[in-house]
Each structure stands twice: as structure tokens, then as C-alpha cells.
């Protein structure tokens, strides 16, 4: 047994950016980014499916790029900013109070949620997609959420709601 | 929610002092992206080990000299792909590209791929699974639950971009208390299931050299396995070829998933040099590759199907790092 073992290692402080609120926070070292968004910030959009990096639920933004949660330490996050489904439509400038993200309100056009559990996850890999490449083909988008678990839905839904949300996000009007 | 065991992190701010750090306390264990690492420790495996985080040791960066592309081990998979490539080693790009999925290429790092553990069904599943039987010999065990009776362990090498990295002639540079040194790839493989690695505990893999090829040159790496997403590799090839005058001057071949380090072919090598790469020198580099392979049943799909395979995927990455060095991109 090592030394440091007999008795649990010092807390540690750790200062995040979470949805645009810094937080100063002081955690055991063992902690994942995804145990502190929702045991110590009470965010509970992003989930634990399998806590070993394989279904995607916990997936966040981080600087963002898509992380797994479950598989980041706190301590590791250090100064970086978090995107959580929380904090997502409130990227929207001049958004009226209530208001879903683009990519939220596609979602929900096209059906791309049924039980929702792994929808944060989906919507944020989704977000880091199109920040990155507006019009992705669907090949593109496939892989971009290859990490990304659904059980539900068969996942075609899901990829027309990325489709919808990329043509409303470069300005086309395109209803329901 | 699967907890991590207790451990503190240390947080160095320089090699000389990860070094120390790691020197000091033999449970240490470097700490970069943690996709692999982590996922261990919530399965029970290195419990009494205390981290060492890479992050502050300015490991991650690209450069490129008139000879050579020097990867920092700390740049992320992410990084590396989005990264633009002279032609020839767009097979790097290809292989990191293949590991799990964005979300683990974000935090993934190239050393951690290289260094990444081997694996086994029989070692990389809970404690609680594993407390059904006794401990393997991975987990410090007396037996092999794979091959009953075998007192050698066979988990077996599936990182993607080690396999490249061989065919590419790419160094490693480690560093240890005695200051640096550069090795072969190839030679950071022991080939031991158990301990798969040649680097000691208080060593660290900084760096990797890439030689720039020279023109005509090709590479491109292939992959099996049950998704086209999140799976470790059930078998891989990667074919590096040197293209002169229409035939092929240079070739190297590795297999990954196949065995308990990356193998490299020479027999499979010696069959497409020489040639225009004709049908026949393919089905030779195919039956090389076929016999070299090492799989048992510890992974995902049946050994006799992957060592199949291991003659398919060296035949199609042949043929592309074909194409790809007659300045065809396939």
C-alpha cells in the first residue's frame, strides 16, 4: 500500500469556467470533471451511462473541444471553460428568455430525442461539429458523433437533426 | 457512479521535475490524456498508484526541420489530425483518426497511444468481474485464462498508431535521470503481455522523430474491428512503400492487434520490394503477413478470422500506399 493511501490525499483547489460563471472549488484530486459538474455545480445535464468513456453521455465541452467527462479529472480541467447542455442556449446573443439553442430546437423537430439520456452528449459532439464545419456532409456528421451512444432511436433521426440545424445555423429559414 | 481509488496528482512544471517525482515514488504513474489510464483505475488496476500530470511540461507541439517532423508526446490525437501533412505521412493523420472517437481524441495524446497498456478480456473488465476467478498474470496473477497452462501473457498491442509510426522509420526520444535518449519505435516494445513496454517507471517518452520520406513514397494504415467507432484495433496494417522508377524500392510492413507488440513483417517486406507490386508479390506479402500473425482469444472476432484478415488489411494498405506514392491519393 503506498503512503500517501492511509490517509485520502489533500483536497485541491481547482478553478473552472462553467457556462460563463467562474468557480473556485476545492476537490480530491480523484474526482472527474463529470462528479463535480453534477455532485458539487448541480448540473446534472451531462449523465453517466458507463463512466468508462464508451457511451458518450457525459460528454461536455471543453475550450471548446468535446471531452468525456467521466474520463477528466477536475484538476486536469484547471482554468479551462466548460460547456455544459445547461449553459448552451445562452450562447445565443439576444436569445428571448426561454428560448432553446438552434441545435436544441432541431433536436426536437426532428424527432431526435426519445428517452433523452443520451441527448446532452449528442447536442454538445453536434455543437463542436458545426462550430468547427458549418456544413458538414454526413459522413461528417456520423463520425463527429460516432462517440455518441443512442439506444433509442436508431441514430437517423439524430443525424437529420444535425443536418436541420447546420442549414438553420448559416441563416436558412427552414420550418418544422 | 464507478468512483476512482484515492491518489494525489502532482503537478510538475518541467521535465527535470517529473522526473524527480516519478524517481522518488516508485507507485507514480504519468498521467496524459487518462482516456486509457483512468478507465483502468475505475476497473481496479493500479490502485495504489499516486499521478504524475504531463500537462505543465510543454510536451505538445509540431515541428517540422528540413529532415524531420518532431511530435511532442503531450500533442493530442485531435491536434494531429487537423494537422496539414506532407503526402506521405497523411498516414499518421489516418491513425489517430481511427482511435476511439472525438471526444478521447481531444484528450488522447500521441504518447499515451504509443505507451498506451495492452489489452485483454480477461484484464479489462471490472474487479468485480474479475473477482469470479483467480488473477492473471497481468493483474499479478499465477495463470493465463486465455492459453490454460501458458505462463506467458498475451494481451495483445492495439494501439493504432504504434504500427504506423514503425513503418514510417519514426524515433522515440526518452528521458530518464541519465538525460535523454533516442530509440526505434519499434524497440519501445518488449512484447511481454504483462509489462509491454521497455521504458522503466522513472522514465518518460518525450518525443517522436518522423524522417520526412523522400518523394515517391507512400504509407496508409488499415484497421478491423466491430465499429467504425470507439473499437480497439482486432487486427491492423500498416504498409509504408519508397516508389522508384515504377517498382518498389522500400517497404515495411507492421501489424497491430496481432500479437503482443506491433510485429513487423521482413518477410512480407521482401516480397513487395523488388516488384510493381503484381498480384502475385501482394499474395506473397499477404501469406508472410498471415503467418506472422500471433492472435488468440482474447479480443473481439475469432483468432482464425483475424489472422485471415492480417493478410487482407496488408494487402489493401499496400495498395493504397501504392497509389498514395505514385502521387495518387486513393
Not at chain 1, 53 to 71: F, H, K, S
Request: net charge neutral; glycine share 10%; hydrophobic share 40%.
Amino acid at each position: 500500500m503506498n503512503e500517501a493511501r492511509k490517509s485520502p490525499p489533500k483536497k485541491m483547489v481547482v478553478e473552472l469556467e462553467v457556462n460563463g460563471t467562474r468557480h473556485e472549488l476545492l476537490v480530491e484530486p480523484r474526482r472527474t470533471l463529470l462528479e463535480v459538474l453534477r455532485e458539487e455545480l448541480g448540473l446534472t445535464g451531462a449523465k453517466e451511462g458507463c463512466g468508462l468513456g464508451a457511451c458518450g453521455t457525459c460528454t461536455v465541452l471543453m475550450d471548446g473541444r468535446p471531452v468525456r467527462a467521466c474520463l477528466t479529472l477536475a484538476v486536469e480541467a484547471q482554468g479551462a471553460s466548460i460547456l455544459t447542455v445547461e449553459g448552451l442556449a445562452d450562447t445565443v446573443a439576444d436569445r428571448e428568455p426561454g428560448a432553446l439553442h438552434p441545435i436544441q430546437e432541431a433536436f426536437v423537430d426532428a424527432h431526435g430525442v426519445q428517452c433523452g439520456f443520451c441527448t446532452p452528449g449528442m447536442i454538445l459532439a453536434a455543437k463542436a461539429l458545426l462550430d468547427e464545419e458549418p456544413d458538414p456532409d454526413e459522413a461528417r456528421i456520423r463520425e463527429a458523433l460516432g462517440g455518441q451512444v443512442c439506444r433509442c432511436t436508431g441514430y437517423t433521426k439524430i443525424v437529420e437533426a444535425v443536418k436541420l440545424a447546420a442549414r438553420r445555423l448559416s441563416g436558412e429559414e427552414v420550418k418544422a | 457512479m464507478l468512483r476512482l481509488p484515492h491518489f494525489a496528482v502532482h503537478r510538475p512544471g518541467s521535465v527535470a521535475e517529473g522526473l524527480q517525482i516519478l524517481a522518488a515514488a516508485p507507485h507514480a504513474r504519468p498521467l496524459a490524456g487518462g482516456t486509457d489510464l483512468l478507465v483502468a483505475m475505475k476497473h481496479g488496476h493500479h490502485t495504489d498508484a499516486d499521478l504524475v500530470s504531463l500537462a505543465g511540461l510543454g510536451l505538445s507541439g509540431i515541428e517540422r526541420s528540413d529532415s524531420t517532423l518532431t511530435v511532442g508526446a503531450g500533442t493530442s490525437l485531435w491536434d494531429l489530425m487537423r494537422r496539414a501533412w506532407p503526402d506521405a505521412l497523411g498516414v499518421v493523420a489516418e491513425a489517430a483518426r481511427a482511435v476511439a472517437a472525438p471526444p478521447l481524441q481531444s484528450r488522447a495524446t500521441v504518447g499515451g497511444n504509443v505507451c498506451l497498456d495492452t489489452r485483454c478480456w480477461f484484464f479489462n473488465q471490472s474487479a468485480f468481474w474479475r473477482s469470479g476467478r483467480p488473477a492473471c498474470l497481468k493483474a499479478g496473477g499465477d495463470r493465463c485464462h486465455v492459453v490454460p497452462g501458458g505462463s506467458d501473457c498475451h494481451a495483445v498491442s492495439q494501439a493504432d498508431l504504434p504500427p504506423v509510426l514503425i513503418a514510417c522509420g519514426a524515433q522515440a526520444e526518452i528521458a530518464g535521470a541519465d538525460g535523454s535518449r533516442d530509440v526505434p519505435v519499434e524497440g519501445l516494445f518488449s512484447g511481454d503481455g504483462r509489462r509491454p513496454h521497455t521504458l522503466s517507471s522513472a522514465e518518460l517518452l518525450l518525443r517522436l522523430r518522423i524522417p520526412l520520406p523522400p518523394p515517391g513514397a507512400g504509407a496508409a494504415y488499415e484497421k478491423l474491428r466491430m465499429r467504425r467507432a470507439l473499437d480497439f484495433a482486432a487486427a491492423s496494417a500498416a504498409v509504408y512503400l519508397e516508389r522508384r522508377d515504377g517498382g518498389c524500392a522500400r517497404a515495411r510492413v507492421v501489424l497491430g492487434g496481432l500479437g503482443t507488440k506491433p510485429l513487423r513483417v521482413p518477410e512480407a517486406e521482401a516480397a513487395l520490394e523488388g516488384t510493381e507490386l503484381d498480384p502475385r508479390a501482394l499474395a506473397e506479402a499477404a501469406e508472410a503477413a498471415v503467418a506472422a500473425a500471433r492472435p488468440v482469444k482474447n479480443t473481439d472476432l475469432t483468432p482464425a478470422y483475424r489472422r485471415k484478415m492480417a493478410g487482407v488489411l496488408v494487402r489493401r494498405a499496400a495498395l493504397r500506399a501504392w497509389t498514395r506514392a505514385a502521387g495518387e491519393e486513393s
